[in-house]
Structures are given as structure tokens and as C-alpha cells.
């Protein structure tokens, strides 16, 4: 998995409501992930007139990636959420009417994008989170479920959600085939909801409106799902013997939906300010370039280390050798650059990284981007690289590192470290010589 996916990995796990995430960089390169159930789907897309991307499916049991060349006919580039957030004023959360999701799911829902920098790269982002119509049914059934209750999304046309239905449509979604007229409902408690909210003046806010049928009395509560995109519409109807436990207890699940969107929102503004989304700038390297560097041997640019994270003596997690390896990343940093090769030995031999036992590589990365980030500085993620590789059944951590034209120092216990190489080693300057070694560098 490339290092941008594994940042939108992270956020997506993190909040299962969303359902995917695009990011477009002022090139118009498209970034964007997808998590379901069993896979994480992503792909990256040039700025060109061509649909045709390549899709990568890792599934989350096995870890095996497979991929396959499609096309796909609504990028997320060609979305309103990215070409209306083009005029939109920065760091502006703008949400956007029920339109069909990016790739190759066939789903609707809605779209809330931002237009921001990209703290790592410094370069103006488009970031577009979507919420499908499936994920907002089952985020209001969760808060119902001890309610006895009907619960359904319809729209302004007076047109119901079926989201079990199958699309008709051979290429990308069509509004139309989710949709049922409320007079075709099978449901008599739907139709009669619906009629109900028909009578309603102000269709801006939260909204009850008692009706009867067979005998039964009913209380329904309405509402927009958002302002924003105040086309569709989520109610929540509960017979009235059980109407008082509901407003003691659970019917917040009218109230919950915008805080379902507040928190999207919060998700966004989150990615801007970590600026954990970095696009792959820097050079990557390829499996022929690190068995080079092996081949190579350690010295000023090359440097090898056994484990990410285990001591081998003692068989168990050590901060210090983390912090070994990072403290080479600082110094690559305030030198010349280079590359160190985690789960190669001293003699130059592929060892693995069975020993530090992540679970799977994205635990793995993520620990990785984590470390980076406490001890390094996601402000200097820019200019470091860091990928997996596979050789002879073997893996092992390749982190690339370009000079930096800031210094760089190690955060660790309180306290700041700055290195710098020499020869094969990183080694540690006290602060009068560092300020000398940075004023020095900054004249050149």
C-alpha cells in the first residue's frame, strides 16, 4: 500500500460512517480509498482525459492485493464536490446534494469537500469525504435499535430510499432507481408519514406530526438530514404508546443526524490540521533500487537495521530501537539524504521484520507514520518516503530521506536531539555547534 492510502486507511477505520475519501491536488492527480466490510479499494488517477485507472483491492483478512484496470466514468475530479469547490472561499466545509460516489461501488450519497493546503507539500488540496445513503440508514438504525420504530429516508418528491434495490443503470448510478413514489409503497406507515409531513409549512427544522391508522395513533418526526442538501429528509416514526420512552430516552436519532454530519465535517478539518496526506512527492524507490543499496553496503547515504521496533536480545518492543533508527532520519534529514533499510542485518542480509509482529503491513505503516509523526515532525514528512518491499519471502522497510532545508531535530522524553551524518553514523551535535553547522549550511 502506498503511503497516501495508508494515511486515508487510517481515517477511514477511524470512522466508519464515511464511506470513502478523494484528494485532488492542484494538478488534478486524484487520490482516493474506499473501505468496506473486507477491502480497501483505492486508486490514483493522472489529470487526463482518459477514465481508465488502475483498482487496488486489499482485502483486510488476508492482506493479499489484487488489481485490475476499469474504467470508471464519474471520477471523483468530475464531481460537483470537486468542481464547484473550486470557486469556494478556503478551509470552507461545503456539503453537496445526493450524488453518485467515486469508483466503482454503483452507490449515492452525499459529499462534504474542503479546498485547503496541504501542510506537507505546501500545495493547494481538494479533500472530499462521502457518506453513502446505506451508511446513513444504518448509522440511524444503530440509535433505534431498542426503539420500536420505522425509520426511512424520502426526498422533497415525496420519493422513499430503497437501498436493497439493485441499479438498473449499466454505468454509473441513477437517483432514479433507489427510489420508490410513496404511493407504491408497500408500506401503509410510510405512505401515511408521508402525507403527513406534506402538511407541514416550514420544512426547515425538526418537525412532529401526529396521524392515525387502523385504529393506531403515530407520532412522526422529521427532519432535514442537512441544510445543506435539504432534498433529503429522514423520519423516524413510533406508535404513541411507545412515544414517551422514546423522547425520554432514544429520540435523539432526529437530533444524532446532524450530529452524524458535524462529525464528518470534524473529520475533514482534522485531516487539514494533522496534514497527515502526503501524495507521494520525493523519490520512490523500486525493489531493484534498495537490493542495490543492500548490495552497496552501508555508509554516508545507506544504513541498515535490524528491527522497526524489537530488541532481538530481549525479544520485546525497546524505545531505543526506535529512536535508533529515527535518529538516522534526522540526520539524513540536516545532511545530504539517505535511505535506511529496516529488516536488514549488519552484514547486509534480509532478515524480515517478523520479529517486530505487526499483525498485518498496514499496522506496520501506520506505526511507521506514527513515530514519524511524535518524534520527526509531520512537517517534515516531505521529505521523507518510506514503503514496504517483499524479497525471497522476506519483508522489509525502506525509508528514504531527501535533505531538508530546515533543521530537523529528534523529539524524545522532553527534549530535542539534533543530528547530523557522519560517515556510516548519525551522530548527535550540542547545541553551540549545531547552531554553527545550521548558520554554516544555510550559507551554502
Known amino acids: 500500500?502506498?503511503?497516501?492510502?495508508?494515511?486515508?486507511?487510517?481515517?477511514?477505520?477511524?470512522?466508519?460512517?464515511?464511506?470513502?475519501?478523494?484528494?485532488?491536488?492542484?494538478?488534478?492527480?486524484?487520490?482516493?480509498?474506499?473501505?468496506?466490510?473486507?477491502?480497501?479499494?483505492?486508486?490514483?488517477?493522472?489529470?487526463?482525459?482518459?477514465?481508465?485507472?488502475?483498482?487496488?483491492?486489499?482485502?483486510?483478512?488476508?492482506?493479499?492485493?489484487?488489481?485490475?484496470?476499469?474504467?470508471?466514468?464519474?471520477?471523483?475530479?468530475?464531481?460537483?464536490?470537486?468542481?464547484?469547490?473550486?470557486?469556494?472561499?478556503?478551509?470552507?466545509?461545503?456539503?453537496?446534494?445526493?450524488?453518485?460516489?467515486?469508483?466503482?461501488?454503483?452507490?449515492?450519497?452525499?459529499?462534504?469537500?474542503?479546498?485547503?493546503?496541504?501542510?506537507?507539500?505546501?500545495?493547494?488540496?481538494?479533500?472530499?469525504?462521502?457518506?453513502?445513503?446505506?451508511?446513513?440508514?444504518?448509522?440511524?438504525?444503530?440509535?433505534?435499535?431498542?426503539?420500536?420504530?420505522?425509520?426511512?429516508?424520502?426526498?422533497?418528491?415525496?420519493?422513499?430510499?430503497?437501498?436493497?434495490?439493485?441499479?438498473?443503470?449499466?454505468?454509473?448510478?441513477?437517483?432514479?432507481?433507489?427510489?420508490?413514489?410513496?404511493?407504491?409503497?408497500?408500506?401503509?406507515?410510510?405512505?401515511?408519514?408521508?402525507?403527513?409531513?406534506?402538511?407541514?409549512?416550514?420544512?426547515?427544522?425538526?418537525?412532529?406530526?401526529?396521524?392515525?391508522?387502523?385504529?393506531?395513533?403515530?407520532?412522526?418526526?422529521?427532519?432535514?438530514?442537512?441544510?445543506?442538501?435539504?432534498?433529503?429528509?429522514?423520519?423516524?416514526?413510533?406508535?404513541?404508546?411507545?412515544?414517551?420512552?422514546?423522547?425520554?430516552?432514544?429520540?435523539?436519532?432526529?437530533?444524532?443526524?446532524?450530529?452524524?454530519i458535524l462529525l464528518v465535517s470534524a473529520v475533514i478539518l482534522v485531516l487539514v490540521i494533522r496534514g497527515n496526506i502526503k501524495l507521494g512527492k520525493g523519490k520512490k524507490l523500486g525493489i531493484e533500487d534498495v537490493l542495490k543499496l543492500i548490495e552497496t553496503g552501508e555508509n554516508e547515504h545507506v544504513e541498515f537495521k535490524s528491527t522497526i521496533r524489537t530488541n532481538l536480545y530481549t525479544n520485546n518492543p525497546g524505545k531505543e530501537i526506535e529512536l535508533a533508527w529515527l535518529k538516522s532520519v534526522v540526520g539524513f534529514c540536516n545532511s545530504n539524504g539517505g535511505t535506511i533499510l529496516i529488516g536488514v542485518n549488519d552484514e547486509g542480509e534480509i532478515v524480515g521484520l517478523e520479529p517486530d509482529k505487526f499483525p498485518n503491513d498496514d499496522k506496520c505503516m501506520l506505526h511507521v507514520q506514527s513515530l514519524l509523526r511524535d518524534h520527526v515532525g509531520m512537517e517534515f514528512t516531505e521529505y521523507i518516503n518510506y514503503r514496504l518491499f517483499k524479497f525471497d519471502g522476506k519483508k522489509f522497510l525502506a525509508v528514504h530521506c531527501t535533505s531538508s532545508p530546515k533543521p530537523v531535530f529528534l523529539s524524545s522524553n522532553n527534549k530535542e536531539q539534533f543530528y547530523v551524518r557522519s560517515g556510516p553514523a548519525s551522530i548527535e551535535l550540542p547545541i553551540s555547534k549545531a547552531l554553527k553547522y545550521i548558520e554554516d549550511r544555510n550559507k551554502k
Do not use: C
Open 1 to 260: 500500500m502506498e503511503n497516501w492510502s495508508s494515511a486515508l486507511y487510517a481515517d477511514l477505520q477511524s470512522n466508519r460512517n464515511i464511506t470513502s475519501v478523494a484528494v485532488i491536488d492542484k494538478n488534478g492527480n486524484e487520490y482516493y480509498a474506499a473501505l468496506n466490510d473486507s477491502a480497501l479499494i483505492y486508486y490514483r488517477a493522472s489529470n487526463d482525459q482518459s477514465n481508465k485507472v488502475r483498482i487496488y483491492s486489499q482485502n483486510l483478512l488476508t492482506e493479499s492485493v489484487t488489481s485490475f484496470d476499469t474504467i470508471i466514468s464519474n471520477k471523483a475530479i468530475n464531481l460537483d464536490s470537486y468542481t464547484q469547490q473550486l470557486s469556494m472561499p478556503p478551509d470552507s466545509v461545503v456539503w453537496y446534494k445526493i450524488q453518485p460516489l467515486p469508483g466503482i461501488s454503483k452507490m449515492l450519497g452525499l459529499a462534504a469537500s474542503i479546498k485547503t493546503i496541504n501542510k506537507t507539500s505546501g500545495n493547494e488540496i481538494i479533500i472530499t469525504m462521502y457518506i453513502s445513503v446505506k451508511n446513513i440508514y444504518s448509522f440511524m438504525e444503530t440509535i433505534a435499535h431498542h426503539v420500536n420504530s420505522e425509520i426511512f429516508l424520502f426526498t422533497l418528491e415525496h420519493e422513499v430510499f430503497d437501498i436493497e434495490t439493485e441499479p438498473n443503470s449499466l454505468g454509473e448510478p441513477v437517483l432514479s432507481d433507489y427510489l420508490v413514489k410513496w404511493d407504491s409503497i408497500k408500506n401503509p406507515v410510510y405512505q401515511k408519514a408521508i402525507l403527513k409531513w406534506d402538511e407541514i409549512g416550514n420544512k426547515d427544522s425538526v418537525q412532529f406530526q401526529s396521524f392515525k391508522l387502523a385504529k393506531q395513533k403515530y407520532w412522526g418526526g422529521y427532519r432535514p438530514v442537512h441544510q445543506r442538501t435539504g432534498n433529503l429528509w429522514a423520519a423516524l416514526i413510533v406508535s404513541e404508546d411507545d412515544f414517551l420512552t422514546v423522547l425520554k430516552g432514544r429520540l435523539g436519532i432526529l437530533f444524532f443526524i446532524p450530529i452524524l
